[in-house]
T-cell receptor, first 114, second 115 residues
Framework: GAGVSQSPSNKVTEKGKDVELRCDPI?????LYWYRQSLGQGLEFLIY????????KSGLPSDRFSAERTGGSVSTLTIQRTQQEDSAVYLC????????????FGQGTRLTVV | AQTVTQSQPEMSVQEAETVTLSCTYD???????LFWYKQPPSRQMILVIR??????QNATENRFSVNFQKAAKSFSLKISDSQLGDTAMYFC????????????FGQGTELSVKP
């Protein structure tokens, strides 16, 4: 596609349920990032995939959070047993291999845990 | 660990005036890249300007320019002739490929341009 696509745009879930958020990066981009943005706050790094290297999971806040990237393309961020503090916008970005190139962002998924 | 700090949570400027947003970062690396991204109310992140650390010349993009002070680890954004459409959150970001290429963002500065 022309840009980074995230789905769903909005998700409301009940506390304790599992959710899956999807990111379709720009074709050919080897780097893929997930960030969490709470209301009016900055971008909290969650996880980073680069090619076939092991992902950098250093930002995942707890073991309820996990992510995978299949075939070097689509990525899914899974949150198990959701809590109210998980409510936020989850942003995905992708970029090419070349140093200094722009990261392109999706529109994000707004997750609300009730 | 590498960190990016934006010490101004909110700023405002009158239309047509100039405003400067501050950013400092911490790294022991010598080669890296710095970025300013804009996030308008639509939530879509847009690249405003980028700077390569090995280049001494400050980057400029139309009304946007940076003041890159490598020794001080400072990377401020100057917006000249501010326009109403500049109202947005502005994020400073850092990436170093010797550390794997993780893109790290500051906390953001919310800029309001007033008519």
């Amino acid at each position: 596609g022309a840009g980074v696509s995230q789905s769903p745009s909005n998700k409301v879930t009940e506390k304790g349920k599992d959710v899956e958020l999807r990111c379709d990066p720009i074709s050919g981009h080897t780097a893929l990032y997930w960030y969490r943005q709470s209301l009016g706050q900055g971008l909290e790094f969650l996880i980073y995939f680069q090619g076939n290297s092991a992902p950098d999971k250093s930002g995942l806040p707890s073991d309820r959070f996990s992510a995978e990237r299949t075939g070097g393309s689509v990525s899914t961020l899974t949150i198990q047993r959701t809590q109210q503090e998980d409510s936020a916008v989850y942003l995905c970005a992708s970029s090419s291999l070349y140093p200094g190139t722009e990261a392109f962002f999706g529109q994000g998924t707004r997750l609300t845990v009730v | 660990a590498q960190t990016v700090t934006q010490s101004q949570p909110e700023m405002s400027v009158q239309e047509a005036e100039t405003v400067t947003l501050s950013c400092t970062y911490d790294t022991s690396e010598n080669n890296y890249y710095l970025f300013w991204y804009k996030q308008p109310p639509s939530r879509q992140m847009i690249l405003v300007i980028r700077q390569e650390a090995y280049k001494q010349q400050n980057a400029t993009e139309n009304r946007f320019s940076v003041n890159f002070q490598k020794a001080a680890k400072s990377f401020s954004l100057k917006i000249s002739d501010s326009q109403l459409g500049d109202t947005a959150m502005y994020f400073c970001a850092f990436i170093n490929y010797n550390q794997g290429g993780k893109l790290i963002f500051g906390q953001g500065t919310e800029l309001s341009v007033k008519p």
